[in-house]
Structure formats: structure tokens, C-alpha cells
């Protein structure tokens, strides 16, 4: 039985322990699949060139110390402990973060934000600890992000940063996990050989690894667990060997005087080293950003005791046997291989890749994922976004980034052909997300859990200064491979600065271009034109008043349906809308006239639905309206704030209204039949397939007019509906500075060229969608 996003998460938080365990097994494959294959390559990044070969294992215990205590520190104390708390009504990630101080203080960038928006539900309920009222510093700080629109578009830029840094980590991680399982190809293979070999396996890995893309996670998902589950146990296992065989004593590496040594002795090219180390942390913001799809409890258990164990093994494992291998010095630079059994290194090999395919696979999905929450929000161009499961909500596939990622991971691969490159994007890929987590998180503190600043100062400086420290070593590695990431995200960056500026300045237009309701009620209950039966959907951002390209329609067009509705699709800064709160509905003008504004609210990670449950939910909604309506009111000033006054209505599946019923569907005609109690409304006009609206059974006496209306309803939506969409040309009004005809005649214009459509668009019939063009100077 599919469940929706809400009844989901409403069962996931009963929190039966069959149910903690189950999510917790399920987790291992989806968000710790990047996280587990890190031994991989940490080792092998870390002692490329910046530290030189050495008898002592001052070195070996040095690297251990840092990597235990940086597994200790940002995974499992700052994402286990601390962030997870920070979940947006159940889901994670930079954008939740965002999205969550949005809604507590006025900073979004949302153009069509309402009042009614605050009332959702999903508004309400997601502070961690007992709401109370702000402290002084904490008012201070609101109004001071709410007063500057400066500090406003800081935030914005941060938020998309990290969204970038997740893009480019999509690309990189991929790379480096597939060429790392690959390269255990070294130590069966001649020298000379096996680098003729590891870059085409590796790339033929990728293209098949994103050719399956479009069959969706869910298909091959209950192999993803046991994968992660089997690798995680063979590395631990390995690395107990390898304590008890070769150095029992590692263990003392574990204290923190090793890092001092290790940078006494080493100095700069220490410092240089964290940018590998750094990499035994890569994917744990995943913990965070797929934690829609989980629960906080199954997550902290699946990484406290069992992937937390395993990778400390590992990594001891490894270090055990190095500090007993000082004689080769290409043992330095093979890494993970060298240090297992050879009896069973071809097994490892080939669960490594497995294990690989399945950590690449879960940032491919979290970068579909962050770029459908960017487009949301109206920070990325619309793009075709296929729901490749009807259980699992989140499980997403986006053809054109798809092929995008895929060229830029060949081109990462043939290019760098080698680990520490690699290893240099990727770390610092992955450390920049960690920083904008951390300073959103301080906002969190302060602002959405109203604790005190120091609590958020003390946060951001502990652990800032930690990822600052492995930012700077990532960053100096900028000409070996550190330029890539930053490349990405500029791209990126400058594609959602251009899209999400022309898209306010369109919207600024369309608000200051509003036709006056004068100028409808001076049309006269026809709009001066010919009426035909049928509903009329005229697409509009607006939330309030008559957009301008109506009087050019009305203006340009002999005729017009009977019933129009002003259709305004938006996002709202929360994951997930209510099915009971989805439409917002109101009346344009007097009743007469048959104008409808119609409202629908989708949170950043709800699913669109199809064109036909579309169009009923939408008609169903206008019908309870119309029932619902309190009595007329008659002058110009009320009729235009009755124009801003909508009414929630939800959808007719999960409240108690009015019911959608069509002759010829057998099950809604056998229950309305075999229901004495309940009343039906009929269209007067016979046509080949007749709409019915069915009535709760608790419904009061109608009035006339009321049934009236409904019946021109259904006999409009029987003749059928149509969709009006505007065909916009923005461009640059005169005197605009270079810069800005740039960006709008050029970037903007490109950008909406070559997008998608709106989503519930994609679907119609040609014969059923009208456009008409009309040009924006803004």
C-alpha cells in the first residue's frame, strides 16, 4: 500500500523497534555506501608526496590518530548528535537548514510567500526543544537578518554553495570510489600493464553505473544493503587480522599526542596530508541529507555500532601492517591492497567495486535530489524529473543531469587518472558542504531552538575550526586537482544566480503590471467577449490580482471558456505540503463572472501529481469552495480584498467534501449507487461521459445560486479544459548596464529556452494548451 510523505513519516516516529532495525538495515545501503569505501584511498592520498618515507611509525600512528579522532569528532559527535536534531519535519540536508530558518525569520527569496503559507501545519511543528520565547541576542540577530537584504542574499549564496559543493561531489566521488576499487589491478598486473587497464575498467563501471540510472534505486535497492553489510565486514575482519598478526600494540596510536608528533615531525607537508586524510569523513553528510527517507534513531544506530567499529578497524588494520612494512616504499602508495591476505584479494576486489558502485550510486541520487529541492525553490532551471518509485517517495531520476554528471565523471577520470588528484577535489568538495552546515547550524542554535548565542559560538568555533584547518590544507592543493570543484560550483553557482534573477524580476513585473479589478468589473460578467463552455486554466506566478497577459488575452482572443481559473503552482519553504492543505481557493470579481483563483502549494520535496489527478483534485476543490462559500459581498473595496482572501481546501481523497464521480468508472458508480444518504448534483447536459459531484452525507441545504454554479461546473468540465500558458520574452528595458542585458538577454533567456515547461504542462495535449507570447521589460 503506498503511504504518503506524511503518513510515512507519522509511522516512522512510532518507533517500534522492528521498525528502528529495519530502517537501520536499509540505511547501510542507501546513506553509509560513499562513507564505507573510504579506507580505500584515505591511506594512498595521504602518504602521496607530502610525506616522505620513514623507518619510525611516528608517521603511520600520526595519520591514524588523525583519522580516528576526525571520524570521532564530525561524524559521530557534530552529525550523530548534534545535527540530525536539526531535521526539517523529518528531512535533512543544506537545503532543510535553509528552509528552517526561512520559515523563523523573513529571509526567503521566494517571491509568492503569503501569510496563509504560516499556517500549514508543517510550519509549526518542527522545533526540537519546547518552544520559548527568543532571547535578546536571539531577537537581535532575527531582525537584523530580517532588516538587511544584504545579510538575506549572504544566506541565499550559502545555502546554494553548499548545494553546488554537493553537484561537484556528485561528479568526483563516483570517480575516485570506482578507479579506487579498480586499482587493486596493480598488484596481479606488471607495472608497465596496469595502467592500461584501470582507467578503461573504471570507465566502463561509470557508463554502465549511469546507464541504469533510469531504472531508479529501488530496483536493485535490496542488494545495496547486504553489499555494504559484506564490505563492511570483510574490511573490519582484515584490519583484526592485520592488529593481531602484525601490531597489537596500534592501539596507542589512538591518543592524541600522536598528532602532535606527527606534525612536529612533519611540518608542512603534514599539514598538506590532512587534504587525504579528510577524505575518511566524505559521505558523512549523507547521514544528514537522506534522513527524509529514514528516521534519526535507525541512522545513529546503524553508524554508532557497526559502521563506526568497522572503518576503525580498518584504518587500525591498516596501520598495523604498515608500521610493520617500512622496507617497500610503493606499500605507501597502493594502499588499501596491500594490506590483504593475498589469498583473498580478488574476493575483496570484487565486493570493493560492488561496494563502490553502491557509495556512488547514493550521491548520484542525493544530487538528483538537491538539484529537484534548487529548482523548488526556484534556484535552478525546471528540468524533467521522473519519481522512478511509487513507494518511496525521493527516489528521483533527472535524465539531462544524468548525462551531464556522467561526462564530467569520464573527463575527472581520463584526466586525473590517478588517486591523489582526485582525492584533492573530492576532500575539498566535501569539507565546504561541512562548512556551510556548520554555519547554518549556528543560525539553527540560535534562531529555530532558541538557545544561547554562546551555545552557537562555542558550535561554530569547535568545529569550524576543525573543517577551517582541513579547508586550508584542501585548498592548497588548489593547482592538483582543488580547481575542479571550485570550477563546478562557479558553473553552477552562475546557472542559479541567472535563473533565480530573472525569475524575481519577471515576477516583479507581472506584480507591478496588475490590471485593476475596475477594469474587470467594467468588462461586464462576459469580459466582453464571447463565453464557450469548457474551463479555461490560465497559468500565473501571482497569488493575488489579475496579471497582466489576461488583458492580453481578452484582448487578442474572440472567445473564452465559461469558467476560468487563475492557476498558480508554487513552492513553499517546507518538505512536505498536506494532501487536506494543498489548495488555497478564491473568487475573482462577483459570482457571475465565473473566476476562480486557484492556489496549489508543494513543498520542496513533494511529488507532482499526474495531469488527470491533477485536474480532478483541482476541480473538486473549486466545487467545495463554491459549497463552502460564506454569502456574496457586493463592493469594489470588499471584492478586492475578497480577491486576496482564499480558502483551504483540501483534496477530496483525505477530507470530508465534495467527491469527483464519472459514468463509465464502476467503482465510484457501484458506492454513490448503493449510498441512499448521500445527494448527487448532475449536469443538466447530456454529453458522452457525464461528471458528477457527490456530497458528504453531512452536508447542509445548498442555495440556489450555490447549485447553480456547481452544475455550470460540471457541465464545463465536461466539455472539456484547457491550459493558457504565457509565452514570455524577458528582456532588458532600455538603459539597463551591460552587465544586466548579460544576464537577462542572454543567460536568462538561454536558461528558459532550453528548460522544461511547468511540470503539470509536460503531459497535455497539444489541442489542449494555448499560448500566448508577450514580452517582459524588466
Known sequence: ?????????????????????????QSLGVVYGDLSTSPLYVYKSTFAEDIQHSETNEEIYGVLSFVFWTLTLIPLLKYV????????NGEGGTFALYSKLCRHARVSFLPNCQVAD?????YKKDAYWSPRPHTTVGSRVKSLLEKHRVLQKF???????????????????????????????ELSMAKEHHKYVEVPVACVILVCLFSLQHYGTHRVGFLFAPIVIIWLLCISAIGLYNILHWNPHVYQALSPYYMYKFLRKTQRGGWMSLGGILLCITGSEAMFADLGHFS?????????????????????GQAAYLSRHHVIESDYRIGFYVSVPESIRWPVLVIAILAAV?????????TFSIIKQCSSL????????????????????????????MLLCLAVTVGFRDTKRMGNASGLAVITVMLVTTCLMSLVIVLCWNQSIILAVLFIFFFGSIEALYFSASLIKFCEGAWVPIALAMIFMLVMYVWHYGTLKKYEFDVQNKVSINWLLSLGPSLGIVRVRGIGLIHTELVSGIPAIFSHFVTNLPAFHQVLVFLCIKSVPVPHVQPEERFLVGRIGPKEYRLYRCIVRYGYRDVHKDDIEFEKDLVCSIAEFIRSERPETTGLDEL?????????????????????????????????????ELREIQSPVVVKKRVRFVLPESSPRMEVGAREELEELMEAREAGMAFILGHSYVRAKRGSSLLKKLVIDVGYDFLRRNCRGPSYALSIPHASTLEVGMVYHV
Not at 548528535?81 to 526539517?88: E, H, K, Q, T, W
Not at 553502491?358 to 542525493?366: E, H, L
Request: net charge negative; glycine share 8%; proline share 2%.
Open 118 to 122: 504560516e499556517e500549514l501545519s508543517a
Open 1 to 25: 500500500m503506498d503511504l504518503e510523505a506524511g503518513d510515512y513519516l507519522k509511522t516512522i516516529r512510532k518507533e517500534s523497534w522492528t521498525t528502528v532495525l529495519t530502517l537501520a538495515y
Open 358 to 366: 553502491v557509495g556512488s550510486q547514493a550521491i548520484i541520487t542525493g
Open 640 to 676: 478586492e480584498k475578497e480577491d486576496e482572501r482564499m480558502t483551504v481546501v483540501g483534496i477530496s481523497t483525505h477530507i470530508d467534501g465534495i467527491k469527483w464521480c464519472e459514468d463509465g468508472d464502476d467503482s465510484e458508480h457501484t458506492d454513490t449507487a448503493g449510498t441512499s
Open 296 to 316: 534519526q534513531l535507525s541512522i545513529k544506530i546503524a553508524f554508532t555500532f557497526f559502521v563506526y567499529p568497522s572503518l576503525i578497524l580498518a584504518y587500525m
Open 81 to 88: 548528535f548534534i545535527v540530525l536534531r536539526a531535521d526539517d
Open 155 to 185: 544566506l541565499l549564496v550559502l545555502a546554494l554553495i553548499g548545494a553546488c559543493m554537493v553537484i561537484g561531489d556528485g561528479v568526483l566521488t563516483p570517480a575516485i570510489s570506482v578507479f579506487s576499487a579498480v586499482s587493486g589491478v
Open 378 to 405: 526556484g534556484c535552478f532551471p525546471r528540468v524533467k524529473i521522473v519519481h522512478t518509485s511509487s513507494k518511496i517517495h525521493g527516489q528521483i531520476y533527472i535524465p539531462e543531469i544524468n548525462w551531464i554528471l
